[in-house]
C-alpha cells in the first residue's frame, strides 16, 4: 500500500516557468513532510519541509503548499533553472516515536529546458 | 556544514567476499541511517541509529550488518550477499532521534555491484 504518491514520473517545463510537483497521501497521521531533491549518481538533497500546523512554508525560489484536508501538497519552483532538472521525492513522517521514518514517494523526474 | 561523506563511491563483490561501507558526519547529529535504493524506486530505510545504539532494523537480511563505533561513523558490514542486493546504499543522518527534526541529510551513496 503505496502511502505517498507521486503520480507524474516526469514533468517538463521551460526555463523561467513555474514547475508544480504534486504529492498526495493516504496516511493521516503524517503530521510532516519534506521534498528532496536528486541527481542521478547522488544522494537526495534535503529542499524544503512543512508541518502540518501550516499550510505555506517558502525558501527562495521554492515554495510547499499544504492541503490537509485534501491529503495533498505541491513544491513550486519559481522560476524554473535548468539547474533544477532532477528526480524530486515527497516524503512523509509521524511526529513522536516513529518520527526516524520517512516514507517516499516514488519520484517525479523535473526536466527545464534552457 | 552539511555533508555526510561515504566510502568507496563505487564497490564491486563477488558473492563469498567480506566488505564494508562506511559513513561519517561532522554535523554533530545523533541519529544515522542506512538506506539502500534501486533504480527508479525511493529509498528503502534499512537500520537506524540513536545515540549510537541501534534503534531500528527493517527486517534486514543478517548478511548486511550495521556497526556505529561512535556518534561520527556508521559502518555498513557486506557478507555473502546475493546479485539482487546491488543497489545504491545511502547513509543519512539527522540532528536527533526523539526530537521534532526530522530533516535528514544524505550522503552521496556507495554504488554496489554483486556478481
Known amino acids: 500500500d503505496q502511502q505517498v504518491k507521486q503520480n507524474s514520473p516526469s514533468l517538463s517545463v521551460q526555463e523561467g516557468r513555474i514547475s508544480i510537483l504534486n504529492c498526495d497521501y493516504t496516511?493521516?497521521?503524517?503530521?510532516?513532510f519534506l521534498w528532496y531533491k536528486k541527481y542521478p549518481a547522488e544522494g537526495p538533497t534535503f529542499l524544503i519541509s512543512?508541518?502540518?500546523?501550516?499550510d505555506k512554508n517558502e525558501d527562495g525560489r521554492f515554495t510547499v503548499f499544504l492541503n490537509k484536508s485534501a491529503k495533498h501538497l505541491s513544491l513550486h519552483i519559481v522560476p524554473s533553472q535548468p539547474g533544477d532538472s532532477a528526480v524530486y521525492f515527497c516524503?512523509?513522517?509521524?511526529?513522536?516515536?516513529?518520527?526516524?521514518?520517512?516514507?517516499f514517494g516514488k519520484g517525479t523526474l523535473l526536466t527545464v529546458n534552457p | 556544514d552539511t555533508e555526510v561523506t561515504q566510502t568507496p563511491k563505487h564497490l564491486v563483490m563477488g558473492m563469498t567476499n567480506k566488505k564494508s561501507l562506511k559513513c561519517e558526519q561532522h554535523?554533530?547529529?545523533?541519529?544515522m541511517y542506512w538506506y539502500k535504493q534501486k533504480a527508479k524506486k525511493p529509498p528503502e530505510l534499512m537500520f537506524v541509529?540513536?545515540?549510537?545504539?541501534?534503534?531500528i532494523n527493517e527486517s534486514v537480511p543478517s548478511r548486511f550488518s550495521p556497526e556505529c563505533p561512535n556518534s561520527s561513523l556508521l559502518n555498513l558490514h557486506l557478507h555473502a550477499l546475493q546479485p539482487e542486493d546491488s543497489a545504491l546504499y545511502l547513509c543519512?543522518?539527522?540532528?536527533?532521534?526523539?526530537?521534532?527534526?526530522?530533516?535528514?541529510?544524505f550522503g552521496p551513496g556507495t554504488r554496489l555491484t554483486v556478481t
Open positions: 512543512i508541518s502540518s500546523i501550516k
Open positions: 496516511n493521516s497521521m503524517f503530521d510532516y
Open positions: 554535523m554533530g547529529h545523533r541519529a
Open positions: 543519512a543522518s539527522s540532528q536527533d532521534f526523539y526530537r521534532r527534526i526530522y530533516e535528514q541529510y
Open positions: 516524503a512523509a513522517s509521524v511526529s513522536g516515536g516513529s518520527n526516524y521514518k520517512l516514507t
Open positions: 541509529y540513536s545515540y549510537e545504539k541501534l534503534s
